[in-house]
């Protein structure tokens, strides 16, 4: 219902936006293959873009890492710190609300420091939550309740500035296929992060060295974003506008 009802923004919004008729391409084969043959297509031009592959690279792994914390702290509370149900859902509610607080003031930050600056920070704040959820003490209500806000402050702004950023990063008149791509290749890797978890789980049978070995997805997901040129890339791609968020600021580099 959440989904539906935000839908209905964009319809009205766009519904009589202006079309290029002119660079739309025939559809190859049955509309069930097209979208298939459009991806590899979009892998393929890609290719020419090696600095917006390789932030692609970087958030598909820290990305992993974001999806499989909020997805298991759930369950990480529940076994593991023993909380209980109406807490669960406390902290669950608090992370909505607060999460789009957090997206707005890291929008800020990005504003005067760039955001792939503000990205690498919150990535490390990440590493932090992950190391506090490690020793967290069970029966805490309030103690969990304390990370998730510190959880959310992230959350939300990891995921936009990643957008935004990687939006610049776009040639001009492919972003529907790159953000296609961009999409089904975070639903793709998701697999990877509950992987981890169960495997430490399995072999340590610990909660606590399961959630901390998601660490590893923020570690090598910052390390490859700090090797992004976001400039270069931005160069490259041909993007006509250069908003402050890229460089944060008129005279700063990213």
């Not at 084969?29 to 690279?57: E, K, N």
């Not at 929008?107 to 600056?117: C, P, V």
């Amino acid at each position: 219902m959440w989904w539906a009802l935000f839908m209905l923004v964009p319809l009205r919004a766009l519904r009589n936006a202006p079309r290029d008729v002119e660079v739309r391409g025939q559809v190859r084969g049955s509309v069930v293959t097209a979208g298939f043959h459009q991806l590899g297509d979009t892998l393929r031009h890609m290719r020419a873009y090696p600095l917006t592959l390789l932030f692609l690279l970087a958030y598909l792994i820290y990305y992993d890492g974001i999806n499989t914390v909020t997805t298991l702290a759930a369950q990480y509370g529940d076994q593991e710190l023993h909380l209980s149900d109406n807490t669960l859902l406390t902290a669950i509610l608090i992370v909505q609300f607060t999460a789009f607080g957090g997206a707005l003031l890291l929008g800020r930050f990005a504003q005067r420091w760039g955001a792939k600056r503000v990205i690498a920070w919150s990535l490390v704040v990440w590493i932090g939550v992950v190391v506090c959820a490690y020793f967290l003490p069970a029966n805490k209500p309030l103690a969990f309740d304390a990370l998730a806000i510190g959880l959310s402050i992230v959350l939300g702004g990891t995921q936009a500035l990643s957008r935004s950023l990687f939006a610049g990063m776009i040639p001009r008149g492919k972003e529907a296929e790159y953000f296609s791509l961009y999409e089904v290749s975070s639903s793709g890797s998701s697999i990877f992060g509950t992987l981890l978890f169960g495997l430490a789980l399995q072999n340590f049978g610990s909660y606590r060295v399961a959630i901390v070995s998601l660490m590893v997805f923020f570690v090598v997901g910052l390390v490859l974003l700090v090797r992004v040129d976001v400039a270069g890339a931005v160069a490259a791609a041909g993007t006509s506008c250069r908003p402050a968020w890229v460089a944060g600021g008129t005279n700063r580099r990213v």
